[in-house]
């Protein structure tokens, strides 16, 4: 399996799995739902629960003890026994770090009694006591097969002598399977509405979800090793994590935090004389956010911060200082500062996380910056993996979205020395943002950028990117290496903005180049298909259904590309060109919006001809003038045929209008738009469809012919296939990704190779709505439905990045 021997290989060759903690654990860490008070005890046994898990699955953790906890017998007592990071067992061999615990429950539950075996991957729709009180006969086990062991029914006295600690560190799991059939009337079936895999998900019989599919799983536990896809079920586990982050539910919490966190949160004298806090991210933060005051939560002194605070000119009147293990003592309500930060974190048990994070955020009125060292040699409670640290801040971040956060990750390398990694999240510091919109000579990207940018009413400034797509390639790979100036563009320079709003292949490099230059600090808005992904990052995404592409937390979707067209640039458009009709034009008058060739579709002179005389034709039945307005794409040989057309403007018919750059002066291409009164659009550009439907005016769709697929074409159809083709196991699961179907995956995701846009899918979306209609010979005036698509994504996009306005 690939992205099992990615995870062997790697990490023997680092002599340490640096995604998980140290395998240090010889037991496990329990967490008790009481009964509830005001409710009198029940008499019955507690519900013994044991969780496979990792540190991966924090969230998933979280969401499955919640989905209990909601739904559970208050009077009943619940035992939820977490099995993780066990020492002597070999992990590196597992697709994931839990494996074979499982099969050490009847040794950990003392052998004796009943215990449910869970996955981390699942969540409960009806109370487990249910299951746990569920008749065994003379059964060792119950499951939905006897091949599926991912949540189990086990009665522990039966079955200690053949599952026990000692077989499950030694003995594969498939073949501890095979001993427990072999055993004539040791395996019992269970219900299968208590594993309910993906989509065999029903509302009503179904008492427990599994989210088996680990490419599918909603909360995206390991992007490193998998490129994930929708999930028919994700909507329900995303609402579970929610009701607990509305609830303010954590696993463990200050009074009550691991078993663990008092000794590695105590440090001695002389190692906090050794600890150096990370001042330069401190006080980065600290300037940019006009910081009056500031908490300090870590291992260096009070002495030791406030000297280096001097030294680097912190501007701050109030700095108070914490550690870890003082924090967890304070009064949750004490007075909160400016700007709160934390290094030394990844000291501390990886469960204890999620609660101090809460609150460090709780704390702070502005922002929080976190600064970890990873890498060390001594024994390791949270996992040295950069992008472990990033979901830890970008799920806390989710319950605090009015402040704003800054993540430095520090890696100590053999190699290359220390290394930083940095990631911003959360609310602006700044609103309004200083903002560039990055602009190129693609005039379906230049009007996206522009929509958006206008759309969300902040001040922005232009910065053209030349059309030297090698230069600029060079120019951003040399910049990374360093081996030099960058020489993107003259313009390209700092000070760096908060935002940038690009469309398009080269801008997305220049802005993702950008956005590292200025250490994560300058987030980015990225449209287009080729735009590139936003990865594991706090940028945004915008993009359509019909494009076919890998989805994502951070993407935005919306049925057309944002547009330049809105009603104060047609007013002013309107004003500017009063007469681009001529002063006595028949109505209505209908502009036809021509494309032309790209690489899915075709448009030649003869069939150029044909529409002409279609449009013209029902143009004229109507009794108005028609106006045709060629687009870069139209090419010359369409261009002049159709330019023929404007001998017949004399009598009304026809006028014809050549193409023009956006950046042109007097390009009347928006005031065309203004005073027609209905829209005719070549169907093979969103662009030209997104600014046709802003203007509500009534639109018709012409459909281009698909153009017969070129090698590369034949080549992306097939890779996108691959990444679709599902293989399934034994046990009637999908197998994760792997081999071809991973790399295609990620070959679809980096935008190496595109699927097919399915045009017919949006044509048919855009009549669905009452925005537009199929051309069919005949154009009459209607009313199109309100469209205010560009308003509700701009006010998406504001409620992420400047969720409080009263920050400005």
């Not at 989710?398 to 520090?410: M, N, S």
């Not at 502009?591 to 899915?600: E, F, K, M, R």
Request: aromatic letters at 8%.
């Amino acid at each position: 399996m690939a992205v099992r021997s990615q995870r062997v290989l790697a990490s023997f060759l680092a002599g340490d799995d640096n995604r998980r903690p140290s395998a240090a654990q010889v037991g496990t860490i329990c967490i008790t739902l009481a009964p509830k008070a005001g409710v009198t005890p029940s008499d019955k046994p507690p519900v013994r629960i044991y969780l496979g898990t990792e540190s991966a699955q924090f969230r998933a953790e979280r969401a499955f003890v919640w989905s209990i906890e909601r739904l559970r017998d208050p009077a009943r007592r619940y035992d939820i026994h977490l099995m993780k990071d066990f020492a002597g067992f070999e992990r590196r061999l597992w697709l994931t770090g839990f494996t074979n615990y499982r099969f050490a429950i009847p040794e950990l539950a003392g052998r004796e009694g009943r215990a449910i075996y869970n996955d981390a991957d699942q969540i409960y729709l009806k109370d487990p006591a249910l299951l746990f009180d569920t008749a065994m006969g003379d059964h060792g086990v119950l499951s939905i097969n006897d091949r599926d062991t991912s949540v189990m029914l086990i009665d522990c006295a039966r079955m200690a002598s053949l599952w026990n600690w000692d077989s499950a560190k030694a003995t594969k799991n498939r073949e501890l399977e095979a001993r427990m059939r072999a055993v004539d009337g040791l395996w019992g079936e269970l219900d299968a509405g208590w594993n309910a895999r993906d989509e065999e998900y029903a509302p009503v019989t179904s008492h427990l979800v599994h989210y088996t599919t680990i490419h599918t799983q909603p909360w995206r536990p390991t992007p490193g090793d998998y490129v994930y896809r929708a999930n028919v079920a994700s909507d329900l586990w995303l609402n579970i994590e929610a009701e607990a982050d509305a609830a303010g539910f954590q696993l463990f919490h200050a009074e009550d935090p691991t078993p663990q966190f008092a000794d590695a949160a105590t440090v001695s004298d002389e190692r906090r004389r050794q600890f150096t806090p990370d001042l330069e991210a401190f006080r980065e933060l600290a300037q940019d956010a006009e910081a009056q005051s500031l908490y300090y939560c870590g291992f260096a002194s009070a002495a030791t911060l406030r000297t280096l605070a001097d030294q680097c000119g912190l501007s701050v009147e109030r700095i108070d200082t914490a550690t870890p293990l003082q924090e967890s003592g304070r009064d949750p309500n004490r007075d909160s500062v400016d700007v709160v930060a934390a290094d030394g974190l990844e000291q501390l048990p990886d469960l204890d996380i999620p609660w101090l994070l809460d609150r460090l955020f709780a704390r702070a009125t502005r922002a929080l910056v976190v600064s970890v060292t990873l890498g060390s040699d001594r024994t390791r409670l949270c996992p040295a993996d950069p992008h472990w640290w990033y979901a830890q801040l970008a799920a806390a971040g989710q319950r605090f979205p009015d402040r704003h956060w800054h993540l430095v990750v520090h890696r100590k390398r053999r190699r290359d020395g220390a290394q930083a990694a940095h990631w911003s999240g959360g609310a602006l510091l700044r609103v309004p943002p200083t903002t560039w919109v990055l602009q190129h000579h693609k005039t379906g990207h230049r009007s996206q950028a522009l929509g958006i940018a206008d759309a969300l009413g902040w001040d922005y400034e232009t910065r053209e990117i030349p059309h030297a797509p090698a230069r600029t390639l060079l120019a951003a790979l040399r910049a990374r290496l360093p081996v030099g100036a960058h020489g993107l563009s003259d313009t390209i320079r700092p000070p760096w903005p908060d935002l940038i709003i690009a469309s398009g292949w080269l801008p997305g490099l220049v802005a993702r180049w950008v956005r590292d230059q200025n250490q994560g600090n300058t987030r980015v808005i990225l449209m287009g298909r080729r735009g590139g992904p936003v990865g594991e990052t706090q940028d945004l995404a915008i993009d359509c259904p019909h494009f076919g592409l890998t989805p994502h937390p951070q993407h935005l979707q919306t049925v057309l590309p944002p547009s330049k067209v809105g009603a104060d640039r047609m007013a002013e458009a309107g004003a500017r060109w009063p007469q681009v009709f001529g002063k006595d034009a028949a109505t209505p008058r209908v502009v036809w919006l021509v494309g032309g060739t790209s690489a899915q579709h075709r448009l030649d002179a003869e069939h150029a001809t044909r529409m002409l005389d279609d449009v013209h034709g029902a143009t004229r039945t109507a009794g108005g003038t028609l106006a045709v307005l060629t687009s870069r794409r139209t090419g010359e040989a369409v261009t002049r045929t159709l330019a023929q057309s404007a001998d017949r403007g004399a009598d009304g018919g026809v006028i014809f209008e050549p193409w023009r750059a956006a950046s042109d002066a007097d390009n009347p291409f928006l005031g065309y738009l203004a005073h027609a009164d209905i829209l005719v659009v070549t169907g093979e550009s969103e662009s030209m469809l997104a600014e046709a439907v802003a203007t509500g005016k009534p639109v018709y769709i012409l459909p281009l012919p698909e153009r017969a697929p070129s090698a590369r074409q034949r080549i992306a159809d097939w890779v996108h296939t691959q990444s679709q083709t599902d293989r399934y196991n034994a046990r009637g699961s999908r197998r994760p990704q792997q081999g071809l179907q991973y790399l295609s995956a990620r070959l679809i995701e980096q935008r190496i190779f595109l699927p097919r846009r399915d045009m017919p899918a949006l044509h048919g979306a855009l009549e669905a709505q009452g925005l537009a209609r199929v051309f069919a010979g005949v154009l009459e005036t209607w009313q199109p439905q309100p469209w205010n698509e560009l308003e509700l994504l701009a006010g998406e996009i504001r409620a992420r990045l400047a969720p409080d306005v009263r920050r400005g």
